[in-house]
């Protein structure tokens, strides 16, 4: 399963960001019926390093 960036500084919360994508994947048949979905801890851990760009140079 793939998921577009999240954007935490949007109006949109970022769970209804990510469960928008998800239900747009059902609806559309790329998740067909059975698909596993991650985990809650791994999904939100892929999410946290979608949102994370490279370090800033302060550190």
């Given amino acids: 399963m793939q998921l577009d960036p999240i954007h935490h500084h949007a109006e949109v919360p970022p769970f209804e960001q990510a469960r928008s ?3 747009g994947q ?13 985990t809650v801890r791994a ?10 760009g490279p370090p800033s140079p302060e550190g």
């Avoid at 059902?26 to 991650?38: H, K, Q, W």
């Avoid at 999904?43 to 994370?52: C, Q, S, V, W």
């Fill in 43 to 52: 999904l939100a851990g892929a999410l946290e390093r979608m949102t994370k």
């Fill in 26 to 38: 059902i609806a559309s048949g790329a998740l067909p019926s059975g698909t596993r979905l991650p």
């Fill in 21 to 23: 994508q998800i239900a």
